[in-house]
């Protein structure tokens, strides 16, 4: 399973900065004007697990396999935008592919920055980029109602179902609600997939402070806090200028630095965990001597699934899986301390693979 975060914002509040930093590369021009990036940039990061090292040291595999997760940089967004302003259609199509949004506000003085809006302000910020997701997503949503119902006039039931979904979507946006907050049912949510609607994907909030308000925040970044938490979502404090210091730096120098400025670590582990939280993502393990791999995928996935992430051949002919948690095997070492302790599980099809299993698919050629 893919996991792509799309980075987005105003211009000039440290998405390319950040991104950069993100993936360790100056893939995305850095500059004090807006529309420095247009075509967006990929980089694709190894998810750091502790764990992954720590089976790697104990079966001294010929390969080790982190799970990825990909970041993409979008060009500045700007009030207008759904109506093509600042190239916005095209940078709005961008948000389409990935999974979830890294929102970054801008929450620093610096007046060798230039500010779209002159002052530094993250409400307005964030209801500028929210008012034009959600006004896409309406224009997405009035399209598709007018081929929708051409065919429910015809008596089409399907199509009759779709319209009155759409129709309460419609209103709800109109009304300025995302389309995340709307409580879609499991079965609405599939109707409207293929829409890759803007505002139904999760959004973790970044607040790009300066060096000296990163330990404690600032009146900015508490605006930013507040707004995240009236919609039971994820929001970080992070300092972009830090972040491109450390990225700049090997990773033991990059260790020191952090401790040297009392942060407990960078900005990638918080953002992938709050990522992983934000769409109910868990993560597995195959391990030999051959390779210790690391997989990725959506909670509650069942193991014959998961078996597929692997090989379709392995989904199709699966028998069971053999199961251990990850702190049994650490604890215990070999498989046949873990098996003599009664803790390796034989699994069936349904079993839904939890967070930090060790499984050993067996299958039929």
């Not at 950069?20 to 980089?43: E, H, K, M, Q």
């Not at 199509?93 to 809006?117: K, L, N, Q, Y």
């Not at 997503?137 to 179902?161: P, Y």
């Not at 979507?169 to 907050?181: D, F, H, M, N």
Request: charged fraction near 25%; charge should be negative.
């Amino acid at each position: 399973m893919k996991l792509s975060c799309g980075i987005v914002g105003l211009p000039n509040v440290g998405k390319s900065t950040l991104f950069n930093a993100l993936t360790r590369s100056a893939a995305a021009a850095v500059a004090n004007y807006p529309f420095c990036t247009i075509d967006p940039n990929v980089g694709v990061v190894a998810v750091p697990d502790q764990r992954v090292d720590a089976l790697s040291a104990l079966y001294h595999p010929q390969k080790t396999t982190p799970t990825y997760i990909e970041f993409v940089d979008i060009a500045g967004l700007v009030k207008g935008a759904s109506q093509g302003e600042g190239l916005g259609n095209q940078f709005l199509g961008h948000i389409r592919d990935v999974a979830a949004i890294v929102h970054v506000i801008r929450c620093f003085d610096d007046p060798e920055i230039i500010h779209g809006s002159e002052t530094i302000d993250p409400k307005r910020d964030i209801e500028i980029i929210e008012t034009e997701l959600l006004l896409k997503d309406l224009d997405t949503i009035v399209k598709r109602l007018t081929r929708t119902e051409k065919k429910s006039h015809s008596g089409d039931k399907d199509a009759q179902k779709e319209v009155a979904v759409l129709l309460r979507i419609k209103e709800q946006l109109s009304a300025g609600t995302q389309v995340r907050r709307m409580g879609l049912t499991e079965d609405e949510c599939l109707l409207v997939k293929e829409l890759a609607l803007l505002t139904q994907k999760p959004v973790l909030y970044l607040a790009n402070l300066s060096e000296a308000d990163l330990e404690k925040g600032n009146r900015y970044s508490e605006v930013v806090d507040q707004i995240a938490a009236l919609e039971g979502g994820h929001a970080i404090h992070i300092s972009g200028k830090i972040e491109a210091e450390i990225a700049a730096l090997s990773p033991e120098e990059g260790a020191l630095f952090l401790e040297e400025l009392g942060i407990p670590e960078s900005a990638l582990p918080r953002l992938i965990h709050a990522a992983y939280q934000m769409l109910g993502l868990v993560t597995f393990f195959t391990v030999g001597e051959d390779e210790v791999r690391a997989w990725t995928l959506q909670k509650g996935t069942r193991a014959q699934s998961a078996a597929g992430q692997i090989h379709s051949d392995i989904e199709r002919g699966f028998i069971r899986a053999e199961v251990t948690a990850y702190s049994d095997v650490i604890e215990h070492r070999t498989q046949q301390a873990i098996k003599e302790k009664g803790l390796l599980r034989l699994e069936g099809k349904d079993y839904l693979v939890q967070d930090g299993d060790c499984i050993y698919f067996r299958f039929n050629v």
